[in-house]
């Protein structure tokens, strides 16, 4: 069974409403939840009659990737929103690292940032683990673009309901706000 985490998100500290995190925090629940009811499902549903155009089994296998990847996801988005930023003078491991491969840390944030306005679900910067390197993806559902055998380092939730409830159609200012206010502490434990 997938358990429910809670997250300390201060509305103050990441320039969000409670409304908009508490709305979002459902969201993330109902991915739980329907990972588990997937995976219950699945125990009693008929694999002798699993096909590919359609049978319940393979409609559950189809979607528990996009269940289980959900939650995954938010899980690192709003764990690296926890407590908000340092100050504006961020630090640490993965932000040294990041930093180094894109030359500046304005760098990153103007990769992040082109990326992020061309993403239809999420933006994340990854480490690949077979490659050796760093990379920015856009990820058009939760299961759909990830490429394999890589580490999440930083997501940034891109589908509407992460912003449009504070900032509308203004994409960029919601970009700007959550990358401004990384906790790059809580990246690097991630990480660990
Ligand atoms: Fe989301």
Known sequence: MLET????????????????????TKLYEGYIKKTNEIREKLLSADK?????????????????TF???????????FSALEDGADNGNPKGRIFEIITDRFGSHEKWVEEMTASAMSSRGWT????????????????????LGAIFNSTLLVVLDMYEHAY????????KAYIENILKNLNWEAIDRNFE
Do not use: C, W
Not at 5 to 24: A, C, G, S, W
Not at 164 to 171: L, P, Q, S
């Open 124 to 143: 994340a910067t990854i480490y690949d683990n077979y490659l050796k390197e760093i990379s920015i993806i856009n990820l058009d559902a939760h299961n």
């Open 5 to 24: 985490k809670h997250f300390q998100l201060i509305p103050d500290k990441v320039n969000l409403t409670p409304r908009l995190i508490e709305e979002h």
């Open 67 to 77: 269940a289980l990847n959900g939650a995954r996801l938010h899980e690192i988005y």
């Open 164 to 171: 449009f409830m504070d900032y509308g159609t203004n994409k």
């Open 48 to 64: 002798a009659v699993s096909n590919a155009v359609y049978s319940d089994y393979g409609e559950l296998k189809r979607q528990e």
